[in-house]
């Protein structure tokens, strides 16, 4: 969801996304609640962080604390890491329907701390 919301407010910047622990695909809620925010991320699929270890970045950003702790060390030329704490929406237990307003509340607290990123170190 943060890939989503932060190639949304420019295309003049690249983003690329990768967990630690990649699922099969991205999760279905989570599409369905983007595309709700007007965002398609359809297109998206799961990598692995690994393929990206060597490269240079500007910001390497962690969106949960379990990538907190568990990401490997960058051995390419890192400028930022930075780390914005949101608890997995996929974990989420209950009804349907709350485990869908799970994703809401995590997808507009992701979606204001980008924007708050963007505005204040991007731009």
Known sequence: MAH??????????????????????????AVKVMREAGIDIRSHYPKSVGIYLNDEWDYVITVCDSAKETCPVFSGKVRHS???????????????EQVINEFRRVRDQIRRRILLFYNELVI
């Open 4 to 29: 989503g919301f932060l190639q949304s407010l420019s295309p003049e910047i690249r983003v690329y996304s990768a967990g630690t622990a990649p699922a099969e695909r991205v999760n279905m809620l």
């Open 82 to 96: 930075l780390h914005f704490g949101f608890d997995d929406p996929s974990l989420a237990k209950g009804t349907p």
